[in-house]
Protein backbone atom coordinates (compact mmCIF):
# COMPACT_ATOMS: atom_id res chain seq x y z
CA UNK A 1 0.00 0.00 0.00
CA UNK A 2 1.69 3.56 -0.82
CA UNK A 3 2.38 5.27 1.89
CA UNK A 4 0.14 7.84 3.38
CA UNK A 5 0.37 11.73 2.77
CA UNK A 6 0.90 13.50 6.00
CA UNK A 7 -2.70 14.51 7.33
CA UNK A 8 -4.48 11.94 5.65
CA UNK A 9 -7.09 9.87 8.19
CA UNK A 10 -5.74 6.32 8.48
CA UNK A 11 -6.83 4.99 11.19
CA UNK A 12 -9.86 4.26 14.35
CA UNK A 13 -10.31 3.29 17.65
CA UNK A 14 -12.09 3.60 20.57
CA UNK A 15 -11.89 2.81 24.22
CA UNK A 16 -14.53 0.24 25.78
CA UNK A 17 -15.23 -0.63 29.59
CA UNK A 18 -17.18 -3.50 28.31
CA UNK A 19 -15.39 -4.76 24.95
CA UNK A 20 -17.51 -7.67 24.80
CA UNK A 21 -20.65 -5.67 24.32
CA UNK A 22 -18.88 -3.37 22.16
CA UNK A 23 -18.30 -6.35 19.57
CA UNK A 24 -21.50 -7.32 19.47
CA UNK A 25 -22.92 -4.06 18.86
CA UNK A 26 -20.47 -2.88 16.06
CA UNK A 27 -20.42 -6.80 14.69
CA UNK A 28 -24.35 -6.52 13.59
CA UNK A 29 -24.27 -3.04 12.91
CA UNK A 30 -21.65 -2.69 10.84
CA UNK A 31 -20.99 -6.30 10.34
CA UNK A 32 -17.49 -5.95 11.42
CA UNK A 33 -15.51 -9.44 12.61
CA UNK A 34 -12.63 -9.26 15.10
CA UNK A 35 -8.69 -10.55 15.64
CA UNK A 36 -7.04 -11.85 18.68
CA UNK A 37 -6.28 -9.92 20.91
CA UNK A 38 -2.96 -9.42 22.80
CA UNK A 39 -2.39 -8.61 26.83
CA UNK A 40 0.85 -7.59 25.60
CA UNK A 41 -1.12 -4.35 23.37
CA UNK A 42 -3.60 -3.80 26.08
CA UNK A 43 -5.90 -6.22 25.10
CA UNK A 44 -6.10 -4.30 21.60
CA UNK A 45 -8.30 -5.54 19.41
CA UNK A 46 -8.77 -5.02 15.53
CA UNK A 47 -11.98 -5.35 13.56
CA UNK A 48 -12.18 -6.43 9.91
CA UNK A 49 -14.80 -5.70 6.84
CA UNK A 50 -14.72 -6.76 3.58
CA UNK A 51 -10.85 -8.87 4.18
CA UNK A 52 -9.38 -5.49 6.03
CA UNK A 53 -8.67 -4.16 8.76
CA UNK A 54 -11.00 -0.84 9.39
CA UNK A 55 -10.96 0.11 13.35
CA UNK A 56 -10.09 -1.35 16.79
CA UNK A 57 -11.58 -1.89 19.97
CA UNK A 58 -9.82 -1.70 23.46
CA UNK A 59 -10.42 -1.58 27.18
CA UNK A 60 -9.60 1.17 28.94
CA UNK A 61 -5.82 1.59 30.88
CA UNK A 62 -6.24 2.70 34.38
CA UNK A 63 -7.13 5.97 35.27
CA UNK A 64 -8.44 6.43 31.46
CA UNK A 65 -12.36 5.34 32.58
CA UNK A 66 -14.84 7.17 31.19
CA UNK A 67 -17.46 7.63 28.34
CA UNK A 68 -16.61 5.65 25.11
CA UNK A 69 -15.40 7.66 22.34
CA UNK A 70 -13.94 7.23 18.59
CA UNK A 71 -10.22 8.64 18.38
CA UNK A 72 -9.19 9.19 14.83
CA UNK A 73 -5.67 8.99 13.59
CA UNK A 74 -3.95 11.27 10.63
CA UNK A 75 -0.77 9.40 8.98
CA UNK A 76 2.71 11.11 9.92
CA UNK A 77 6.02 10.07 8.58
CA UNK A 78 7.30 11.79 11.64
CA UNK A 79 5.55 11.38 15.34
CA UNK A 80 7.97 13.58 16.87
CA UNK A 81 7.90 16.35 14.26
CA UNK A 82 4.42 16.76 13.97
CA UNK A 83 3.89 16.70 18.03
CA UNK A 84 6.17 20.12 17.95
CA UNK A 85 4.16 21.66 14.94
CA UNK A 86 1.21 20.56 17.38
CA UNK A 87 2.88 22.21 20.35
CA UNK A 88 4.05 25.50 18.09
CA UNK A 89 0.55 25.72 16.93
CA UNK A 90 -1.29 26.26 19.52
CA UNK A 91 -2.32 22.35 20.46
CA UNK A 92 -1.57 20.41 23.26
CA UNK A 93 0.26 16.76 23.20
CA UNK A 94 -1.53 14.69 25.42
CA UNK A 95 0.55 11.62 24.83
CA UNK A 96 4.23 11.94 23.80
CA UNK A 97 5.06 9.68 20.56
CA UNK A 98 4.73 6.39 21.93
CA UNK A 99 6.34 3.14 19.68
CA UNK A 100 3.83 0.27 19.66
CA UNK A 101 6.15 -2.75 18.80
CA UNK A 102 6.81 -2.78 15.13
CA UNK A 103 3.51 -1.52 14.40
CA UNK A 104 3.79 1.85 14.36
CA UNK A 105 4.31 5.22 16.80
CA UNK A 106 1.04 7.11 17.92
CA UNK A 107 0.81 10.28 19.63
CA UNK A 108 -2.46 11.78 21.40
CA UNK A 109 -3.43 15.64 21.21
CA UNK A 110 -6.00 17.98 21.10
CA UNK A 111 -6.10 21.19 19.25
CA UNK A 112 -7.30 24.47 20.57
CA UNK A 113 -10.79 24.37 19.76
CA UNK A 114 -10.79 21.24 22.35
CA UNK A 115 -11.20 18.05 19.86
CA UNK A 116 -9.24 15.16 20.69
CA UNK A 117 -7.24 13.02 17.43
CA UNK A 118 -4.31 10.93 17.14
CA UNK A 119 -1.16 10.43 15.35
CA UNK A 120 -0.14 7.37 13.74
CA UNK A 121 3.52 7.06 12.17
CA UNK A 122 3.37 3.16 10.18
CA UNK A 123 5.24 0.46 10.93
CA UNK A 124 4.00 -3.16 10.25
CA UNK A 125 0.59 -1.69 10.90
CA UNK A 126 0.10 0.93 7.51
CA UNK A 127 -3.67 1.83 8.89
CA UNK A 128 -7.13 0.94 7.11
CA UNK A 129 -7.19 -1.94 5.09
CA UNK A 130 -10.47 -1.06 3.80
CA UNK A 131 -12.44 2.34 2.85
CA UNK A 132 -15.41 3.01 1.84
CA UNK A 133 -17.21 -0.28 1.52
CA UNK A 134 -19.76 -1.70 4.21
CA UNK A 135 -18.39 -1.70 7.37
CA UNK A 136 -14.86 1.07 6.48
CA UNK A 137 -14.62 4.43 7.52
CA UNK A 138 -15.28 6.56 4.54
CA UNK A 139 -15.37 10.32 6.42
CA UNK A 140 -15.00 12.48 9.27
CA UNK A 141 -15.92 15.82 10.07
CA UNK A 142 -14.53 18.11 12.89
CA UNK A 143 -17.65 19.81 14.95
CA UNK A 144 -16.07 23.09 16.49
CA UNK A 145 -17.49 25.89 18.50
CA UNK A 146 -14.60 28.13 17.41
CA UNK A 147 -13.89 26.87 13.82
CA UNK A 148 -11.41 30.12 13.27
CA UNK A 149 -8.83 28.10 15.74
CA UNK A 150 -9.65 24.54 14.06
CA UNK A 151 -8.81 26.37 10.62
CA UNK A 152 -5.61 27.81 11.61
CA UNK A 153 -4.10 25.10 13.74
CA UNK A 154 -5.02 22.06 10.96
CA UNK A 155 -3.81 24.16 7.78
CA UNK A 156 -0.62 24.70 9.73
CA UNK A 157 0.05 21.73 11.50
CA UNK A 158 -1.22 19.31 7.94
CA UNK A 159 -0.90 22.00 5.18
CA UNK A 160 -4.75 21.56 4.21
CA UNK A 161 -6.42 24.03 2.10
CA UNK A 162 -9.11 24.99 3.44
CA UNK A 163 -12.28 25.58 1.16
CA UNK A 164 -16.05 26.90 2.41
CA UNK A 165 -19.03 25.50 1.64
CA UNK A 166 -21.40 28.23 -0.30
CA UNK A 167 -24.49 27.73 1.88
CA UNK A 168 -25.35 30.98 3.87
CA UNK A 169 -27.24 28.27 6.39
CA UNK A 170 -24.28 26.92 8.00
CA UNK A 171 -20.70 27.29 8.49
CA UNK A 172 -19.21 24.12 7.02
CA UNK A 173 -15.74 24.00 5.24
CA UNK A 174 -13.60 20.94 4.14
CA UNK A 175 -9.79 20.65 4.01
CA UNK A 176 -8.20 19.41 0.82
CA UNK A 177 -5.23 17.69 0.82
CA UNK A 178 -2.61 17.49 -2.41
CA UNK A 179 -5.84 18.25 -4.27
CA UNK A 180 -8.31 15.99 -2.53
CA UNK A 181 -10.79 16.56 0.09
CA UNK A 182 -9.49 14.29 3.21
CA UNK A 183 -11.99 15.80 6.02
CA UNK A 184 -14.89 17.96 6.94
CA UNK A 185 -15.32 20.82 9.47
CA UNK A 186 -18.56 22.31 10.91
CA UNK A 187 -19.33 24.87 13.60
CA UNK A 188 -21.07 23.92 16.17
CA UNK A 189 -24.70 26.16 16.79
CA UNK A 190 -27.00 26.36 19.87
CA UNK A 191 -28.57 22.81 18.78
CA UNK A 192 -25.55 21.66 20.49
CA UNK A 193 -25.76 21.34 24.75
CA UNK A 194 -23.14 23.74 25.71
CA UNK A 195 -21.43 20.59 27.77
CA UNK A 196 -20.88 18.88 24.58
CA UNK A 197 -16.73 19.68 23.84
CA UNK A 198 -15.54 19.60 20.37
CA UNK A 199 -14.78 16.08 18.65
CA UNK A 200 -14.44 14.46 15.31
CA UNK A 201 -17.31 12.23 14.25
CA UNK A 202 -16.63 9.56 12.24
CA UNK A 203 -18.53 7.80 9.14
CA UNK A 204 -18.56 3.93 8.54
CA UNK A 205 -20.17 3.01 5.08
CA UNK A 206 -23.06 0.63 5.87
CA UNK A 207 -25.03 -1.31 2.76
CA UNK A 208 -28.51 0.02 4.06
CA UNK A 209 -28.90 3.09 6.80
CA UNK A 210 -31.94 2.46 8.00
CA UNK A 211 -31.54 -1.80 8.65
CA UNK A 212 -28.35 0.00 10.43
CA UNK A 213 -29.92 2.34 12.41
CA UNK A 214 -32.58 -0.54 13.31
CA UNK A 215 -29.89 -3.15 14.43
CA UNK A 216 -28.09 -0.22 16.45
CA UNK A 217 -31.47 0.76 18.44
CA UNK A 218 -32.20 -2.79 18.80
CA UNK A 219 -28.85 -3.25 20.56
CA UNK A 220 -29.47 -0.02 22.79
CA UNK A 221 -27.93 2.40 20.95
CA UNK A 222 -29.45 6.12 20.00
CA UNK A 223 -30.41 8.09 17.24
CA UNK A 224 -29.00 11.47 18.07
CA UNK A 225 -29.91 12.36 13.72
CA UNK A 226 -31.73 11.15 11.25
CA UNK A 227 -31.68 8.82 8.82
CA UNK A 228 -31.77 12.04 5.97
CA UNK A 229 -30.80 11.86 2.40
CA UNK A 230 -28.15 14.35 1.34
CA UNK A 231 -26.04 14.75 -2.09
CA UNK A 232 -22.80 12.25 -0.22
CA UNK A 233 -25.22 9.72 0.72
CA UNK A 234 -28.09 8.48 2.91
CA UNK A 235 -26.61 8.75 6.82
CA UNK A 236 -27.69 8.53 10.38
CA UNK A 237 -25.67 10.08 13.93
CA UNK A 238 -25.93 7.56 16.56
CA UNK A 239 -24.47 6.90 19.78
CA UNK A 240 -24.02 2.86 20.67
CA UNK A 241 -24.81 2.12 24.57
CA UNK A 242 -21.52 2.97 25.87
CA UNK A 243 -22.08 6.62 24.62
CA UNK A 244 -19.46 6.64 21.51
CA UNK A 245 -21.02 8.63 18.70
CA UNK A 246 -20.79 7.91 14.96
CA UNK A 247 -22.48 7.92 11.55
CA UNK A 248 -23.56 5.35 9.39
CA UNK A 249 -23.86 6.59 5.57
CA UNK A 250 -25.36 4.33 2.71
CA UNK A 251 -23.11 6.11 -0.45
CA UNK A 252 -24.80 4.68 -2.98
CA UNK A 253 -28.51 6.21 -2.03
CA UNK A 254 -27.70 9.78 -2.88
CA UNK A 255 -30.07 13.27 -3.41
CA UNK A 256 -29.71 16.43 -4.74
CA UNK A 257 -26.38 18.66 -6.11
CA UNK A 258 -23.55 18.27 -3.89
CA UNK A 259 -22.92 22.01 -3.06
CA UNK A 260 -20.52 24.40 -4.38
CA UNK A 261 -16.92 25.39 -2.17
CA UNK A 262 -14.79 28.41 -2.59
CA UNK A 263 -11.92 28.80 -1.04
CA UNK A 264 -11.47 29.60 2.26
CA UNK A 265 -9.47 33.09 1.82
Known sequence: MP?????TPCW?????????????????????TFGES????????????DG?????????MPGQEGQAQWCLYFASPDAEATARRIREHGGDVLLEPMRVGDFGTMCLAREPSGAVFGVWQSGTHEGFGATGVPGAYCWAELF???PEKADAFLTSVFGYTARRIEDEA?????YD?????????MRMTDDFPPQVPSYLNVYFTVADCDAAVSAATRLGGAVRFGPTDTPFGRFAVLADPQGAHFSVIDITRTQGEK???EDAS
Open 3 to 7: VRPEG
Open 12 to 32: ADAMFSDVEAAKTFYGEVLGW
Open 38 to 49: SARFGHYTQAYA
Open 52 to 60: GAVAAVVPP
Open 144 to 146: TRE
Open 170 to 174: IDFSV
Open 177 to 185: LNGETVLGR
Open 259 to 261: PQV
